[in-house]
């Protein structure tokens, strides 16, 4: 068979059904030159006809499409692979960095310790200063009044500066300076009676006490005062906490001692030794 158009031989196929529902196609070019015979067997040819229906062609597109998204699903995985190395490689940095902060945050709390701001003393959330509960203040009328021959703390501490070096109050260093940790308990040096319980701008937060034969003790720079004005303290009652309150560069106690209102050193005094 020639097309009359193009002049060209073209091929022809025979399609015709045999008994018992069988199909049998036939293609053979023209010229005899070589030909081709497809059986399909009645099965076939039912898987054929159900193909080219319209249930089928449903089935047929349901099928692409789902092959579709679990292609283009799998074209993803190189991609969330990535992904999630990005985030493991994150996640190792988190670690990291939180292994440093902690390693900065026991240096700060060696700083602090060094510079007399206890830890305990700190919130460990927040850093902020942790709220102290505090007893109801002292008084005690029985209190035996004696001299200032205690040591005011129960720690060693550090003495910065002694009586008479220094220009700190428009005079002579009245006192001793101690370097201690804020928040480090402060005892009365004596048996005395509350006479004073102020904050001045040089003083910070103080108590000054009464003892007899015409001496007194001050204590300044606290940060919390747990006695009031009138109260009578045995030797040894914790008045207040030391701090940084007033004139002061860092935590300490300022411990003083006068005698008919001269400033006495008050080692000279003192009969327990230090801890």
Do not use: C, W
């Not at 035996?144 to 205690?150: C, D, F, G, I, V």
């Amino acid at each position: 068979m020639t097309d009359p158009n193009s002049g060209h031989k073209q091929g022809y196929g025979n399609i015709y059904t045999p008994h018992a529902g069988s199909m049998i196609i036939q293609v053979q070019r023209e010229g005899g030159l070589a030909n081709r015979t497809i059986v399909l067997s009645p099965t076939r040819v039912r898987l054929l006809r159900f193909v080219l229906s319209r249930t089928g062609m449903v089935i047929g597109t349901v099928l692409g499409l789902i092959f579709i998204f679990f292609g283009i699903q799998a074209a993803r995985v190189p991609l969330l692979t990535r992904r999630l190395a990005t985030m493991e490689l994150d996640a190792k940095r988190i670690d990291t960095l939180q292994a440093t902060l902690g390693q900065l945050q026991k240096r700060y709390e060696q700083v602090q310790t060094m510079l007399g701001a206890s830890p305990a003393q700190r919130n460990l959330a927040t850093g902020a200063p942790a709220a102290a509960v505090l007893p109801p203040p002292l008084g005690n009328d029985t209190a035996t009044m004696t001299l200032p021959t205690r040591y005011p703390l129960d720690a060693k501490g550090f003495v910065t500066r002694g009586v008479g070096s220094g220009q700190e109050y428009g005079a002579t260093h009245p006192g001793l300076d101690i370097a201690v940790a804020e928040g480090t308990e402060v005892r009365a040096a004596g048996g005395g009676l509350v006479v004073e319980v102020s904050e001045t701008p040089e003083y910070g937060k103080m108590v000054r006490l009464a003892h007899p034969q015409g001496y007194e003790t001050r204590y300044g720079h606290l940060s919390e005062i747990r006695v009031r004005q009138g109260d009578r303290l045995s030797l040894g009652t914790v008045l207040g906490l030391s701090g940084n309150t007033g004139r002061s560069t860092a935590p300490h106690l300022h411990f003083e001692v006068r005698k008919n209102n001269a400033a006495v050193d008050p080692m000279t005094l003192i009969q327990q030794p230090r801890q």
